[in-house]
């Protein structure tokens, strides 16, 4: 029996599929600093790792996350909670390395994946890397009563078989779509004993990346979703509510997809207006310089027909020889000066127009 995704792509999930694609394109045409693209890169990372695992418990706060992926050193922290937050990152990285070296999705990529996750917390009793032998649960967390109890262990390998299977062969699916089933998909099966959660968010965020839909490493997919926790929870159980139609989840995946893209959009067109403004202050600013300098050759110029570029330099200060010759050359050009006679015993004219 193999893995069949149900759902139905409503005008809401059309929507917000179409206005994705718009984003998409415009991070590929929008030509701004590199620099900008790196500090959001390390902003996203930053974020998507700290609400990620700040889900799954860790009592981190943003700025503390911030500093322990920074190097620092913090004081009164769970050892647990630094530990989950650095393997998070190094996750992450160890995705960004697993790109273009396969095509496609392995069950031991995300056995490697989920072991660098849990490796070294919560007593290491998640058996990194290994799919659970025992039945687990998914609890609620502040109710602790179980919501949902996963299929047997001895169906696990099946399971993930055949759901790794489809997502290598789901060719005829927005990948966008096919991410959003692959997250249900992994906590439904639930193969190990922790580290589900983050696992499938990770494997989604893969799925974004190898299938051109990385939009430049911008976004960070946890944040919606820990800012209202229980609606992601919801979301979640609706498909086992609605018979495993994954319509409600996929609708709620989508949206949380496009109001990242739109936070983006809305941060690059604001960079774009502030380097408009700055290469406008720098045309100005160049303009003016340009009229100071042309005026001052022209004065000394007048004092002295027969002066050199070496003198002219000096006498200027600030410039070299070869920023002389190009406004010797430009107001040669523009007709305000005339050069009489060899560069060595021959002077300058300055020309009626000119000056």
Known sequence: MSFKPKFTITSKINKGLVEIERVRGFLDAIK???????????????????????IEGTELNLEQARNIIEGKYIKGIRLDDRKELLNYKEAMNFISGYLGKENYVTEAF?????????????????????????QNYVVNSLTRQVIYT???????????????????????????????ISQFQFVHIHPFL???????RLLSTLILYKTGYDFKR??????????????????IQSVRNNNMD????????????RSQMKE????????????????????????????????????????NSEITRKELAKRIGNITEDGVKYHLT????????????????GHWEIRSKGY
């Open 110 to 134: 995300i056995q490697r994946l989920h072991k660098i996750l849990v490796k070294g917390v919560r007593g290491n009793q998640a058996s990194p890397g290994n799919y659970r032998k025992v």
């Open 32 to 54: 701004l600093k590199d620099e900008w693209f790196t500090d959001i890169q390390k902003e996203a990372l930053i974020l998507e790792t700290h609400y990620s695992t700040h």
């Open 194 to 200: 922790d580290g589900n959660g983050r696992t499938a």
């Open 218 to 235: 911008l976004f960070t997919i946890s944040e919606y979703y820990d800012k209202n926790r229980p609606a992601y929870y919801q979301a």
């Open 264 to 303: 983006i959009k809305e941060k690059g067109e604001q960079l774009i207006k502030q380097e408009v403004a700055s290469q406008k202050t720098t045309q100005k600013t160049t303009q003016k310089t340009t009229q100071k300098t042309t005026q001052k050759i022209l004065v000394l110029i007048k004092e």
């Open 330 to 345: 430009r107001l040669i050009k523009l007709g305000k000066i005339k050069r009489v006679g060899p560069d060595k015993g």
């Open 150 to 180: 996963p299929p047997l262990p001895s169906k696990v390998s099946d399971l993930m078989r055949e759901f790794i299977d489809w997502v290598n062969k789901a060719e005829d699916i927005s990948p966008i779509l096919v991410a959003g």
């Open 246 to 257: 994954m319509t409600l989840w996929l609708s709620y995946f989508v949206e949380g997809l």
